[in-house]
């Protein structure tokens, strides 16, 4: 069984940055995606990346903000997220999975992070 544990949440003004960690423990996964979820709104895909790191995946609306990587020395998958505008503003979650024409999660979700963007 992997444990995930996400952090690097915060509040951050429209147009700024934040790094998200996902850090594993337990055993090596493969390949794991980050999700969110704002209030009064469903969970919502947001990226996702393959053991390699060659194979990513992004929702439309985070395209061209938002980069997923991972450094499997240190177990541990990043979302460099730019651009912040305030419907970025959720909890966010990371989850283990694997994608076809969507990524399916497989594991239990956590605690996640919380991500404030003001305007």
């Known amino acids: 069984q992997v444990q995930l544990v996400e952090s690097g949440g915060g509040l951050v003004q429209t147009g700024g940055s934040l790094r998200l960690s996902c850090t594993a423990s337990?055993?090596?996964?493969?390949?794991l995606g980050w999700f969110r979820q704002a209030p009064a709104k469903e969970r919502e895909f947001v990226a996702a990346?393959?053991?390699?790191?060659?194979?990513?995946y992004y929702g439309d609306s985070v395209k061209g903000r938002f980069t997923i990587s991972r450094d499997n020395a240190k177990n541990t998958v990043y979302l460099q997220m730019n651009s912040l505008k305030p419907e970025d503003t959720a909890v966010y979650y990371c989850?283990?999975?694997?994608?076809?024409?969507?990524?399916?999660?497989?594991?239990?979700w956590g605690q996640g992070t919380q991500v404030t963007v003001s305007s």
């Open positions: 989850n283990t999975g694997y994608y076809t024409t969507r990524f399916v999660a497989l594991g239990s």
């Open positions: 337990g055993r090596t996964f493969s390949s």
């Open positions: 990346i393959d053991w390699s790191g060659l194979s990513t």
